[in-house]
């Protein structure tokens, strides 16, 4: 890409946990970015990570029509990042990830520019999972508004601020038991959040044709069940799994929900039902890595670079990763 073919691109959402390896990736492609996000005070850490002037955060709230007017205004490619795990006061699943979507797009749309959104694998408008419903209709109403954007959908996002891994690894210190709602034999197809954040940034640069819809996954389908084996692997540590049938599984999360951070959510049982791997279609018609030309790198190769610090000694447990191999230049290093 020429000097003159670089962007201003306003990413919404980032500051979070895909956003920061997002805004990496487009400064070190030479892209400004404007980081806009509800606290941009929680952005500034990012500001080092391109040359001076070249990352700007910005306030702006999904909810907020004018805050989004003013966000995208001058940019020439727009990235919406934001999307809720769980709903909590304002937050809500219709006004975050199907009105904000159609907020962002509309916005886009008035100014012609080009649109990365950022879904999810599952999303489905007919889903009994409200969350999976909200992320369909954020896609509909984009493509809508934007007919050439690029919708991304990846399977479970991992990475060193992940707050899967790192949960259940967390647990995993404490408690003697691991929780298998539904025997833990629903298949996900992990995806590193560097691996997306190069799709993110690809697709910025018109590497893969608009108006359609990728799904990536990384390179092992693995159960829940594989994934928690794997995790205690790394950690050197052994636990007992309690298996939870749907059922009983339901009634527990309609209590946990109240609990701060809600633990667990109905809709996120009623997600579990559910396989979250690349589709066959995608696969057969390119819509997945392949057509970024990225490999996705493997559980293997990255959790010990982050889990380690839960190990009985951390990282002076014996076999544990050494210092250089903690650490990979393409992470976006932590505040």
């Given at each position: 890409m020429r000097i003159d073919d670089k962007k201003l691109v306003t990413v919404f959402g980032g500051s979070g946990f895909l956003g920061r390896y997002v805004v990496h990736a487009l400064a070190a492609r030479g892209h400004r970015i404007r980081v806009a996000c509800r606290?941009?005070?929680l952005a500034y850490h990012l500001q080092?990570?391109?040359r001076l002037g070249q990352i700007q955060p910005?306030?702006?709230?999904?909810?907020?029509p004018w805050s989004v007017e003013r966000a995208v205004e001058d940019a020439d490619h727009v990235v919406n990042l934001v999307g809720i795990l769980t709903e909590a006061g304002k937050q809500r699943y219709t006004s975050v990830q199907a009105e904000g979507a159609k907020l962002v797009a509309e916005a886009a749309a008035r100014r012609g520019l080009g649109m990365v959104q950022l879904s999810a694998i599952g999303a489905d408008e007919s889903s009994a999972s409200q969350y999976a419903r909200t992320k369909a209709q954020g896609e509909r109403s984009v493509l809508q508004a934007v007919p050439d954007a690029v919708i991304l959908r990846p399977s479970i996002v991992f990475g060193a601020e992940d707050q899967f891994f790192n949960r259940f690894a967390d647990m995993a210190r404490l408690s003697p038991v691991l929780p298998l709602i539904g025997g833990g034999k629903t298949l996900f197809q992990p995806v590193y959040v560097n691996d997306v954040a190069q799709a993110v940034a690809a697709a910025v640069e018109g590497a893969v044709p608009g108006g359609r819809i990728y799904e990536l996954g990384g390179p092992e389908a693995l159960s829940f069940r594989k994934l928690m084996e794997e995790m205690l692997l790394v950690i050197d540590r052994k636990r007992r799994f309690l298996t939870i049938p749907f059922g009983a599984a339901e009634q527990l999360a309609g209590v946990l929900k109240y609990l701060p951070g809600a633990p667990l959510t109905p809709d996120q049982v009623e997600q579990l039902k559910h396989d979250n791997v690349v589709s066959e279609a995608a696969k057969a018609e390119g819509r997945?890595?392949?057509a970024f030309g990225i490999r996705p790198r493997t559980l293997e190769a990255v959790l010990p670079t982050y889990l380690v610090r839960f190990r009985p000694q951390g990282q002076f447990t014996k076999g544990s990763p050494t210092s250089d191999q903690t650490v990979?230049?393409?992470i976006a290093p932590r505040p």
């Open positions: 606290r941009p005070d080092t990570a391109g910005i306030q702006a709230n999904l909810r907020y997945t890595f392949d990979d230049p393409e």
